[in-house]
C-alpha cells in the first residue's frame, strides 16, 4: 500500500509570491492533517481536513488556507510569502476509522522564501 | 488543552547504553500519547501510542514507554542504544484517538557515541 506523498519535495519562492503544495494521503484515508516544522518553533498544527471539510484549525493568519477534494487528496495554500515561511511542511493522513488510529506522515516539502 | 513537555533537546549516549528520553504533557482530558521518530530529511515514524490500555506501550525497533498518570510522564527507553537510532524523537498528545491534531513537544536529538 502506498505511503503518503507530499509534492513537491522542495521549493524555492520569492517573498510575497503564493504557493501551493499538495498531499495525497493513503488510499481509504479521509482524514488529512497539515504541519509546519522549523528550527525555532518545532512541530505546530496547521489544520485538518475531513470529507472536504476543514474540521480543526491551528493558530495561523489567514494566509495559510488549505482544501480537500473528493478523493481526500489535499492542498494547502500560503500566499504573500514571507522569509519566516521558510519551513518543512508535513502532512499526514488517518483513517478516522473505528478504533485506535494512526496518523501516517509524508516526507514533507520543503519551502525555502528567499 | 493539552501540551508537551520533553526535558533536554539533546541526548548523548554510548552504542549498547540505556537511552531514556523524557517527556510530560498536560492534559486538560483523559490524553493519548505518541513517540515519533524523524530522520534526516524525513517524515515522522511512529515508534508507539498509549491509548488508555496498557499502560506499558511497547513500540517499534526495541522502545518502550511507561505512561505514569500520577507524574503526567510518557518517557521512551530503550535498554541498549544502537547506532541506527541516532535521529530526532518527538513525544505527542492529542486529546481524541484519531490523531487527527497533535500537539508535540520540542523534540529531542539522539546521538550515539560508538
Known amino acids: 500500500k502506498a505511503g503518503v506523498t507530499q509534492t513537491p519535495r522542495y521549493l524555492i519562492k520569492t517573498r510575497g509570491q503564493q504557493v501551493t503544495l499538495s498531499c495525497s494521503p493513503i488510499?481509504?484515508?479521509?482524514?488529512v492533517s497539515w504541519y509546519q516544522q522549523t528550527p525555532g518553533q518545532g512541530l505546530q498544527f496547521l489544520f485538518e481536513?475531513?470529507?472536504?471539510?476543514?474540521?480543526n484549525k491551528g493558530n495561523f493568519p489567514g494566509r495559510f488556507s488549505g482544501r480537500q477534494f473528493s478523493n481526500s487528496r489535499s492542498e494547502m495554500n500560503v500566499s504573500t510569502l514571507e522569509l519566516g515561511d521558510s519551513a518543512l511542511y508535513l502532512c499526514?493522513?488517518?483513517?478516522?476509522?473505528?478504533?485506535?488510529?494512526?496518523?501516517?506522515f509524508g516526507q514533507g516539502t520543503r519551502l525555502t522564501v528567499v | 488543552a493539552q501540551s508537551v513537555t520533553q526535558l533536554g533537546s539533546h541526548v548523548s549516549v554510548s552504542e549498547g547504553a540505556l537511552v531514556l528520553l523524557r517527556c510530560n504533557y498536560s492534559s486538560s482530558v483523559p490524553p493519548y500519547l505518541f513517540w515519533y521518530v524523524q530522520y534526516p530529511n524525513q517524515g515522522l515514524q511512529l515508534l508507539l501510542k498509549?491509548?488508555?490500555?496498557?499502560?506499558l506501550v511497547k513500540g517499534i525497533n526495541g522502545f518502550e514507554a511507561e505512561f505514569k498518570k500520577s507524574e503526567t510522564s510518557f518517557h521512551l527507553t530503550k535498554p541498549s542504544a544502537h547506532m541506527s537510532d541516532a535521529a530526532e524523537y518527538f513525544c505527542a498528545v492529542s486529546a481524541n484517538w484519531g490523531a487527527q491534531k497533535l500537539v508535540f513537544g520540542q523534540g529531542t536529538r539522539l546521538t550515539i557515541n560508538p
Open positions: 499526514a493522513s488517518t483513517s478516522d476509522g473505528e478504533g485506535n488510529t494512526e496518523a501516517f
Open positions: 498509549y491509548t488508555s490500555a496498557a499502560t
Open positions: 488510499s481509504g484515508h479521509r482524514s
Open positions: 481536513y475531513f470529507s472536504e471539510t476543514q474540521r
